[in-house]
């Protein structure tokens, strides 16, 4: 049954992250790419959204889990909702860089 935390996990992460976004482009945590590292609007703009949408990815996820567990077997189960999870996780990649894009010029600068 460990499996059952990981969507808890992600949602308590992503609370964590938005109670205590990272204030500066640093090299141990926050959402970390080319663009997001532009400007410190970049910065946060990016590590607000990212971190919203693990908390949506942890309740999907944990909402997923509890269906699966009474309708699959075990194992079948830790292995959809391991893959839900890491799906997710990896989409919220490039939506967050397409809304940096609409958002900000490539030096970082608001569009708007």
């Given at each position: 049954m460990i499996h059952l935390v990981f969507g808890p996990l992600m949602t308590v992460m992503g609370l964590l992250f938005l109670n205590f976004p990272p204030k500066s482009n640093n090299a141990f945590y926050g959402y970390r790419t080319p663009m997001s590292r532009k400007s410190q609007e970049t910065w946060d703009f990016a590590n607000q959204l990212s971190a919203k949408m693990i908390v949506g990815i942890g309740i999907i996820t944990s909402l997923f889990q509890i269906l699966l567990i009474y309708s699959l077997p075990t194992e079948s189960a830790i292995n959809f909702s391991v893959i839900t999870?890491?799906?997710?996780?990896?989409?919220?990649?490039?939506?967050?860089?397409?809304?940096?894009?609409?958002?900000?010029?490539n030096n970082g600068n608001p569009i708007n």
């Open positions: 999870l890491i799906v997710l996780l990896i989409a919220h990649i490039p939506y967050v860089e397409h809304r940096l894009r609409n958002e900000f010029d």
